[in-house]
């Protein structure tokens, strides 16, 4: 749905016209996987799927929701009334984000919002940030707030941890709020310094597929906050802040440290080896060489898969097939326990290798995958 659908649909629901519509993309994770809530690095670059926002500004405390992807009437809801984890819909993200502003002291006095999206959901490219930074970003806009996009990206988070109940970390809503189009964004999540590193796939002979494999996985489950807890304790057994403050170098000597702890043990190498990719990929890009980052795009998986174990059989058939089949490097993306793998491949290679991901996926079982390009996108933006 293009910004003039939106607007339209904005005047049928609501009798009037909005006074803006903003869009938010979804993103894909190139290397760097659960590495944010340990303060480390990561390489999301954003998508050409996003959510888009109609929206016009209200004074008498109330917020009106509407979403094109849910039927039904615009949700109703006193500002006043919104609560942390009162609210197990998605409206809980666009209303999260709103409560987060006035929280942080913002002036925002109600709304009109509708909304829609090509972001898929429940597929690891970061729906809900999509939704969270387009609502954050309009309201930045029309109430003249004056955020930075890291800013709203903090705000957004703090919106899905506490409002939303969710524990995940920057990344998502820093890849909507702040990547560029031809980019992955070099994130340090300690204090969010960004580069913007070129990726221009397609000037090299190269392209790089989303699988979805339609497994559907929710950040609000156990297993994420699991996997956090357990990466805490390891950084306070080895005295330190956050994971990221082991610098590669001292790997054996940490993980002797830890032995003790089969499981400590596997989450630590997993974060330590995770920074230390995403510095190996940021100097192959910075030197031009895009095709030597397949292989440890392959490494981060077998490190997801074996160490953190958040990949699950429908994410490595696709990586195992897209490997057998030529490609030059694949990997689970995003928080795992179902959602989307990523493929780097010769052009020349995508289609048979798209059809063997197809055939591999109906010859086990499994629900057919969704295949498709990922080309470095836009980040957060106003469109009308
Ligand atoms: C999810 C979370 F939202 C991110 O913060 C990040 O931890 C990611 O999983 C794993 O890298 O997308």
């Known amino acids: 749905m293009g910004a003039l659908e939106v607007r339209d649909g904005f005047t049928e629901l609501y009798g009037t016209a909005p006074e803006g519509v903003w869009a938010a993309p979804g993103r894909v994770n190139l290397i760097g996987e659960h590495t944010d809530y340990n303060d480390g690095f990561v390489m999301p670059f954003a998508l050409p799927h996003a959510t888009l926002a109609a929206v016009a500004r209200r004074s008498d405390g109330v917020l009106r929701l509407h979403s094109a992807d849910a039927p039904g009437a615009p949700v109703e809801l006193r500002l006043a009334d919104l609560a942390p984890e009162s609210d197990r819909t998605w409206t809980a993200y666009p209303a999260g984000v709103v409560w987060a502003l006035r929280e942080a002291g913002h002036e925002v006095t109600g709304a009109d ?45 703090r919106a899905e941890n506490v409002y939303v109940g969710a524990p995940t970390g920057i990344m998502d809503q820093t890849a909507s709020a702040c990547c560029e189009s031809g980019h992955a964004l070099f994130l340090d999540t300690r204090d969010l310094s ?40 390891g950084a306070a057994l080895l005295g330190v802040d956050a994971l990221r403050d082991v610098p590669y170098a001292d790997l054996d000597a940490t993980l002797k440290h830890v032995a003790e702890d089969e499981e ?10 995770e920074n230390a990719r995403v510095e190996r990929v940021v100097s192959h890009l910075r030197s031009g060489d895009l095709r030597s980052i397949g292989p440890i795009l392959t490494e981060g998986h077998t490190s997801l898969r074996d160490d953190f174990r958040v990949s699950c059989p429908e994410l490595d058939l696709a990586v195992d097939t897209a490997l057998a089949s030529g490609a030059l490097g694949a990997r689970m993306t995003g928080g795992g326990f179902g959602g989307s793998a990523i493929v780097l491949a010769e052009e020349a290679d995508i289609q048979p290798l798209t059809k063997a991901i197809e055939a591999a996926f109906a010859t086990a079982g499994h629900t057919p995958p969704r295949v498709f390009e990922a080309v470095p996108s836009a980040g957060a933006r106003r469109l009308a």
């Open 113 to 157: 919002i509708h909304l829609s999206s090509t972001v898929p959901t429940g597929a690891g490219l970061s729906s809900s940030a999509a939704l969270e930074v387009v609502v954050a970003l309009a309201l930045n806009d029309l109430c003249a707030l004056g955020l930075k996009g890291w800013q709203l990206a903090r705000l957004c988070q």
């Open 194 to 233: 960004q580069r913007q590193i070129p990726f221009d796939l397609a000037a090299e002979g190269l392209r790089l597929l989303v699988v979805d494999t339609r497994v559907k996985h929710a950040h609000s489950d156990g297993e994420y906050g699991k996997r956090r807890t357990g990466c805490e304790k």
């Open 264 to 273: 400590t043990t596997r989450l630590v190498r997993h974060v330590i080896t």
